[in-house]
């Protein structure tokens, strides 16, 4: 009855864990800021809809928002016009329509592993072949071009990459981006970079965007993370005239237009949210120093410092009956004392051994799941 497509086709591990959650327990689980959106933009919507902007709209979005994104992103590609953006419904709908615009049944897509948990079903649900590429601690979970190039073979088609990174809080550097640049000009690839994290980066670095970079480079974004309005749903993709036209045509027969009074309040977030995101990073920053802190005090447990995103993604080094405890054991055990988060494998088979915890909750709280990994390590610890 169904399509063979869907054979394999789950929700995400991580949904696993909120049917555990109890009451009072601590959410480190999420993938969304625990800020509400910037006033001026819930104002703005609301507007919209009392003004009769209820109607559909433009297929790539209201002008006025193809504008205000167009000038969010000329400080990476000066020669950025509207004609190079169209705003979608979300960062996820940006990610399968440009599947579904370049990638046949059989040709391969290389995929960082971990990564976010989206990758994996949208290149199976366009019957591409999944190439995963590690994402280490040992290398700051940056890309690693040589692995990337022994990956590839005559049937590759797409590369993606997603700096900052959802689970690892990796960031690629500039010559990573080069590299990966120089790589999917060489191979002929499209090179597919998820963006969705490029304003939730830390003090002393800096995000490196493959736009304007490569002319089959495709930028993927999203209003989510940055103006904490997660369930908006809206997007956006970067890319080259010719190639966003056709990719227009998959968005378009998927979804007509992106929602008309949603766009309404991304724009006034672009236009008048002063200060917003900068607050918002702050806030994630001591947090994150906070929770990068605790984790390096429990035995066991090595965390990186994250440059960007509102993730830590920590490995361990814990045992019950003599073999390494499985990063799902973990987060059961973690769970059922108390404490939500993601484990490592729900990213991927190299997220073994490491947990998720997203900072997105008050430094009470993560002090109070750190309390809980603490408690729950010790029984496990060598
Ligand atoms: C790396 C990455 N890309 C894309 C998305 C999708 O974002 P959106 O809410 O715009 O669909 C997420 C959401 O968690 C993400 O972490």
Redesign the pocket.
């Known amino acids: 009855m169904y399509s063979s497509r869907m054979n394999g086709i789950q929700l995400s591990g991580i949904r696993k864990m909120f049917d555990l959650v109890k009451g009072d327990s601590v959410n480190l689980g999420l993938?969304e800021p625990d800020f509400q959106p910037p006033p001026v933009a819930i104002k703005a919507v609301r507007e919209a809809m009392e003004m009769g902007f209820n109607k559909y709209g433009p297929t790539n979005g209201i002008p006025q928002l193809r504008e205000a994104i167009a000038d969010r992103l000329r400080g990476s590609w000066k020669n950025i016009t509207t004609e190079n953006v169209i705003v979608t419904n979300?960062?996820?709908e940006g990610?399968f329509s440009t599947c579904l615009t370049f990638v046949n049944r059989g040709e391969g897509v290389l995929t960082p592993d971990p990564g976010?948990v989206l990758y994996r079903p949208h290149i199976q649900l366009v019957e591409g072949q999944i190439r995963e590429y590690g994402l280490v601690q040992e290398n700051e979970f940056r890309p690693d071009p040589d692995e990337i190039s022994r990956l590839i073979d005559e049937r590759s088609k797409m590369l993606i990459v997603?700096s900052p990174n959802?689970p690892t809080g990796g960031m690629v550097t500039r010559q990573d981006r080069d590299d990966l640049v120089d790589l999917a000009r060489d191979k002929d690839l499209i090179l597919l970079s998820?963006e969705?994290y490029d304003s939730m980066v830390y003090t002393g670095n800096v995000h490196h965007s493959f736009l304007g970079q490569y002319e089959k480079a495709v930028v993927i974004n999203?209003f989510?993370k940055i103006y904490a309005m997660?369930g908006w749903r809206l997007?956006y993709i970067a890319a080259g005239e010719e190639i966003l036209k056709k990719i227009s045509l998959a968005h378009y027969h998927m979804v007509a237009c992106p929602a008309t009074p949603i766009q309404h309040g991304a724009l006034a977030g672009l236009r008048s949210a002063d200060g917003f995101v900068e607050t918002m990073v702050e806030e994630f920053h001591g947090r994150r120093d906070l929770i990068t802190k605790r984790l390096n005090e429990i035995p066991g447990f090595t965390a990186l410092s994250p440059p960007g995103t509102f993730y830590s993604f920590p490995s361990y080094d814990l045992y019950q009956n003599g073999s390494r405890i499985p990063s799902e054991d973990l987060a059961l055990e973690l769970a059922r004392n108390g404490l939500i988060c993601s484990h490592g494998t729900s990213f991927g088979g190299r997220g073994e051994y490491h947990m998720r915890f997203s900072f997105v909750n008050t430094r009470e709280n993560i002090h109070k799941g750190m309390d809980i990994v603490e408690e729950v390590s010790r029984k496990f610890v060598r």
Request: charged share 5%; no cysteine; glycine share 22%.
């Open positions: 993938g979300s960062g996820t990610l976010f997603n959802n998820d969705v999203s989510s997660t997007g």
